[in-house]
């Protein structure tokens, strides 16, 4: 029988339970869980779907691309 990987009940039948890495379960009050995961879509062109980014995905350009590689404030395109 399955068992809660942090807390080692025996699952029951009508039980929340998370399945975790394809591999891991955990009953839902034994965890927290953190909306992480973002599925994104355009704007324009259908808006079809693009991929799937987090949170850590999220930024301004500064803090995630080279300089030279966007404008700065106040710069125009060239």
Sequence with gaps: MKK???CGEIFKE???IVFVNEQDY??????VL???KYAVFA???GG???GM???DDLACPFLMLEE???LKEGEEEE
Excluded: Q, T
């Design 4 to 6: 809660c990987n942090l």
């Design 14 to 16: 009508f039980d929340n």
């Design 26 to 31: 955990f009953h839902e009050s034994c965890v």
């Design 34 to 36: 953190v909306p992480a």
């Design 43 to 45: 704007k324009l062109k």
């Design 48 to 50: 079809g779907f693009l």
């Design 53 to 55: 980014c987090s949170d």
């Design 68 to 70: 030279g590689d966007y």
